[in-house]
């Protein structure tokens, strides 16, 4: 099992950027993948961007490819959201997320953090 614990969520102007970081502890070598995901009031929980701990290949939503930024810091055991130009349509409770399993779909990444508050003003 790993700990995640995400921070750096806000509220920003759209056209503005924040960055969230994700901190890992516990067990952290047993994980293959890291992965962002976000969920808005009344909507379903959606996937944003994914990186692999080995290697550092990532993953994007199309909704967010070309203005977010996934990375990893290996030695602190983080992963941080880069978000540019950010949208209205970006609101929603962000959530770190790790997976054992190399086959990357949504039900694989069973350990997963709070959440962090992201809120685009107009």
């Known amino acids: 099992q790993v700990q995640l614990v995400e921070s750096g969520g806000g509220l920003v102007q759209a056209g503005g950027s924040l960055r969230l970081s994700c901190a890992a502890s516990?067990?952290?070598?047993?994980?293959?993948?890291m992965g962002w995901f976000r969920q808005a009031p009344g909507k379903e929980r959606e996937f944003v961007a994914t990186?692999?701990?080995?290697?550092?290949?990532?993953f994007y939503a199309d909704s967010v490819k070309g203005r977010f930024t996934i990375s990893r810091d290996n030695a602190k055991n983080t992963v941080y959201l880069q978000m540019n130009s950010l949208k209205p349509e970006d609101t929603a409770v962000y959530y770190c997320?790790?997976?054992?399993?190399?086959?990357?779909?949504?039900?694989?990444?069973?350990?997963w953090g709070q959440g962090t508050q992201v809120t685009v003003s107009s």
């Open positions: 516990g067990r952290t070598f047993n994980y293959y993948a």
């Open positions: 997320a790790a997976s054992k399993s190399n086959i990357l779909v949504n039900r694989n990444y069973n350990d």
């Open positions: 990186i692999i701990w080995s290697g550092g290949s990532t």
